[in-house]
């Protein structure tokens, strides 16, 4: 299947900075990504979809100033968390395109906001 | 309304059992049809997916699903447990129709006992 990497697996920030997730396709373009949130022993949230070359559609009740996505790349996605807050601590996961529709996930990303 | 019910919250079997994790979704059309395993502080993996064809999808790691239109259900299954399988899994649906849009159920934890 399709890989995708996210960078840094695991980051702590003290609250008021910013913090930049780097998502991945290692072997595949993907046009899409999708950026999600994860609480502990919860589903999924979806934040974002980020296409390649243009803005980030947001879904409802995700700040859109305080998580910027920047889809730079056809392998290449990003999001940044600004001035985050002890709030924002969670669990962060990336996914690509590929196929025909299928997802392949990043390993995420653990944000810890102290 | 679009929606994903994974009716189990968790489920135990004993290591070399059966297991069926079962999955029902409400959508307008026959949407791709997708199950993913996600291991404690992992991203998510795609163990298969269905999208046209014969109703029974094979997976990897032993894993296989059948889709039933008639019941709006796509059931994972597996006829001998290990203990590795120990992991949440979730049942996903997904459209494309210009745009892609992914529904993800609550997920179902499953433990394997020695």
């Known amino acids: 299947g399709a890989v995708v990497s996210q960078h840094p697996s695991w980051v702590i920030c003290k609250s008021g900075t910013s913090v930049k997730i780097e998502c991945r396709s290692l072997?595949?373009?993907?046009?899409?990504m999708f950026w999600y949130r994860q609480f502990p022993k919860q589903s999924l949230m979806l934040m974002a979809t980020?296409?390649?070359?243009?803005?980030?559609?947001?879904e409802q009740g995700v700040e859109k100033d305080k998580f910027l996505i920047n889809h730079a790349s056809l392998t290449l996605s990003t999001l940044t968390v600004t001035s985050a807050h002890p709030e924002d601590s969670s669990f962060y996961i990336c996914?690509?395109?590929?196929?025909?529709?299928?997802?392949?996930f990043g390993p995420g990303t653990r944000l810890t906001v102290t | 309304a679009q929606s994903v019910t994974q009716p189990d919250i968790h489920i135990t079997v004993s290591e070399g059992a059966s297991l069926e994790l079962r999955c029902n979704y409400s959508?307008?059309?026959?949407?791709?049809l997708f199950w993913y395993v996600q291991s404690p502080g992992q991203g998510l993996q795609l163990l298969l997916k269905?999208?046209?064809?014969?109703?029974l999808v094979q997976g990897i790691k032993g894993f296989e699903a059948e889709f039933k239109r008639s019941q709006s259900s796509f059931n994972l299954r597996k006829p001998s447990v290990h203990w590795s399988d120990a992991a949440e899994y979730f049942c996903?649906?997904?459209?494309?129709?210009?745009?892609?849009?992914?529904?993800f159920g609550t997920g179902t934890r499953l433990k394997v006992l020695a």
């Open positions: 996903a649906v997904g459209a494309v129709t210009g745009t892609y849009k992914y529904i």
């Open positions: 980020s296409n390649e070359g243009s803005k980030a559609t947001y």
């Open positions: 072997d595949f373009q993907a046009t899409t």
């Open positions: 959508y307008g059309a026959t949407p791709y």
């Open positions: 996914s690509g395109i590929a196929g025909i529709g299928e997802q392949y």
């Open positions: 269905y999208f046209s064809g014969d109703t």
